[in-house]
């Protein structure tokens, strides 16, 4: 067993082969074990010994891997944390660093999740700082790799979306009356509620900006591709009456007016010249070209 600096509180911190090896489990607790490697949502449910659960705090980087993944058991006295990683350890360390009381085994479960959500805010910020700049940039041009960096944070979101909808979940079991004998700090868990339900309205919105974003996006592709469109057919309706001239004049026909006329091929490309300048006009004052 690796017991953290936090035993004095009933809490420890131990690996899935330390936790194997000190107790028998029952089958929920193998169960949690067992998915410790491939946990892919946060929840906690109510269990005979008290509570227990899982978390996969995403990174906040564009890789789509859990920057921390770590299961939990929580009685009335005592917070099992088991994780293989590392990490989790050097969390709880900063955390007793701020402690100045002594705390229950949930209300340091609580603290813990508070300090790894203190600094979501700040990335969901530069992460709003980041669509700002591409929109500004998105009306005058359209930059190379645009839409897969706009990709990357709609994933992002996406996943910090689900994130906080699955934490305040597992407010939700803090607060019911299964985990009543468990848990104590009913209001501290409202509040952690109430600040994950602000942040996951701020990613809402964000998500909105991005799929704005992508409308934009899409909206100056259509622009450019209707201009190239408009550019192709002035220029083909600019030489339709050169065409139908040269429909005309390859005829073979004997008396075709101008044929023998001296000045008939020359008077030709005048006309021709004339009938395009005159189109150039028109469309101009159109407003086609």
């Known amino acids: 067993m690796a017991a953290s600096p936090q035993s004095s509180f009933g809490v420890q911190i131990l690996t899935a082969e330390e936790c194997s090896a000190q107790q028998k489990m029952n089958s929920e607790q193998y169960t949690l074990l067992r998915s410790l490697d491939s946990i892919r949502y946060c929840k906690a449910e109510a269990c005979q010994s ?4 899982v978390f996969r705090i995403p990174q906040k980087s564009a890789q ?10 929580l009685t009335a006295d005592t917070l099992t944390l088991i994780e293989n990683d590392g990490i989790l350890k050097k969390e709880t360390q900063k ?8 705390v229950t085994p949930d209300q340091y479960l609580l603290l813990l999740l508070e300090q790894l959500t203190e600094h979501d805010i700040l990335y969901l910020q530069h992460i709003e700082e980041e669509l700002d700049t591409m929109e500004g940039t998105l009306l005058h041009h359209v930059p190379k790799g645009f839409y897969a960096s706009l990709l990357r944070y709609r994933r992002k979101l996406s996943e910090f979306h689900s994130y906080y909808e699955q934490m305040g979940d597992i407010c939700d079991s803090m607060q019911s009356d299964l985990c009543a004998g468990t848990v104590k700090n009913h209001e501290g868990w409202k509040s952690h509620a109430q600040r994950l339900d602000r942040l996951h309205r701020y990613v809402s919105l964000l998500r909105e900006y991005a799929i704005q974003l992508r409308e934009l996006y899409q909206s100056q592709q259509d622009a450019r591709q209707n201009k190239t469109i408009g550019i192709l057919t002035v ?11 040269t429909g005309w004049y390859g005829m073979n026909f004997t008396h075709m007016p101008e044929l023998r006329w001296q000045y008939g091929y020359p ?11 005159f189109e150039i006009f028109y469309f101009k004052k159109k407003g086609l070209l």
């Open 50 to 53: 008290g509570v227990q659960g």
């Open 64 to 73: 789509r891997t859990a920057w921390l993944r770590f299961a939990f058991s």
């Open 95 to 102: 955390l007793q660093e701020r402690l100045t009381a002594p």
């Open 235 to 245: 220029v083909t309706t600019l030489f339709l009456p050169l065409t139908l001239l």
């Open 267 to 277: 008077a030709v490309m005048l006309t021709a010249a004339a009938i395009v300048i």
